[in-house]
């Protein structure tokens, strides 16, 4: 009898602990299978934050300005932030002006989508600095790409969706040389239905692939690695872009996160721009497709290339922690994004 006993009670401890973990949350494999939550998509008379979380904006006010005139031509009001033109040596004020203006766009009840005006570098250093608590009461969209992917990082571990989209200093004086990059901007936040038919590739790996998409820039997603921001890819597709790098140092952050298990149970891996890499004096020998393929060619999960995002005038929107359907043929490649 005690022996039953004994066998019950270490059967009850296997099933709980093999369905949690000591902390009482949720196993890893259940926590890939969580939907995110969507932030409510805008409607006439929303208000958008800009804000500047990152590099300094330096001759910039015309761009920001573009920015505020596109968003109060469909309906929406805007709010800048104190700090947006403020400067200290590389970034846009300190990083507690920063992370006030931030803050005060995360805390308000009446912003419902906070819009990064720039990149380049900084998000980082503000991070851990700043306080979701209100954010998860009442989410809202943050939309950036580049530097933002740190925050597009931490908001995905706090199990929201955001926006990897075109930014304020993107605007170009003839806004039809970025009609493409604005129309996908403008379908995403009102939430239309989106989805992308890409032109073929021969470096395509073929294959279909279903899950929610993450990523962003491609340093970026590396220097997360380890950390706390650091994204969980199991049963995702990546999205990765990159821009101003030599060959040799793509290959060697795509062997980083080889070797840290990143890819291990990814679903697929999606390409954007890789713009204006830098030429060493030692030739890579391959292009910048075949590297990728070669560094991940132990993987089994297709691989599509040719996504306009990124760096690139043509800077289509993508709802990062959505799931999507990708197919991947070497003619042509859809994505198509769940509503």
């Not at 008379?45 to 904006?57: E, Q, R, Y």
């Not at 830098?278 to 560094?295: F, M, Y």
């Not at 929107?317 to 490649?333: D, F, P, Q, W």
């Amino acid at each position: 009898m005690i022996n039953k006993a004994l066998i019950l009670c270490l059967f009850c401890i296997v099933f709980f602990f093999g369905n949690y973990n000591v902390s009482g949350q949720p196993s890893l494999s259940q926590k890939n299978n969580i939907e995110l939550i969507q932030p409510q998509y805008l409607k006439t008379g929303d208000t958008i934050a800009i804000v500047a979380p990152s590099g300094i904006l330096k001759n910039r006010n015309d761009e920001v300005a573009r920015a505020k005139k596109l968003l109060e031509s469909w309906g929406l009001n805007v709010l800048i932030g104190k700090h947006v033109f403020s400067k200290d040596n590389h970034f846009a004020g300190t990083d507690a002006e920063r992370c006030e203006d931030f803050q005060n766009a995360l805390d308000s009840p009446n912003i419902k989508a906070i819009w990064s005006a720039r990149g380049g570098y900084g998000t980082v250093r503000i991070l851990d600095k700043l306080d979701y608590s209100k954010f998860l009461e009442n989410p809202k969209w943050i939309i950036g790409y580049s530097d933002i992917t740190a925050l597009h990082n931490q908001i995905h571990t706090k199990g929201v969706e955001s926006i990897h989209a075109l930014m304020c200093v993107s605007l170009t004086k003839d806004l039809n040389e970025i009609k493409e990059s604005i129309e996908t901007f403008k379908s995403t936040i009102f939430g239309k239905p989106l989805q992308y038919n890409l032109k073929g590739s021969k470096y395509n790996k073929v294959g279909n692939a279903k899950g929610q998409l993450i990523g962003g820039n491609l340093t970026m997603l590396h220097t997360m690695l380890g950390s706390k921001t650091s994204l969980d890819v199991d049963n995702k597709i990546l999205f990765i872009e990159e821009i101003g790098e030599y060959k040799y140092h793509i290959d060697r952050m795509l062997q980083s996160m080889k070797r840290a298990g990143y890819f291990n149970n990814c679903k697929g891996v999606i390409v954007g721009d890789m713009s204006k890499l830098r030429k060493n004096t030692t030739l890579w020998g391959t292009s910048v497709e075949q590297l990728i393929l070669d560094a991940l060619s132990e993987y089994d999960f297709p691989i599509v290339f040719n996504m306009p995002a990124g760096h690139e005038k043509d800077n289509r929107a993508m709802i990062l922690g959505r799931t999507i359907e990708l197919k991947v043929s070497k003619e042509k490649s859809t994505i198509v994004f769940e509503e």
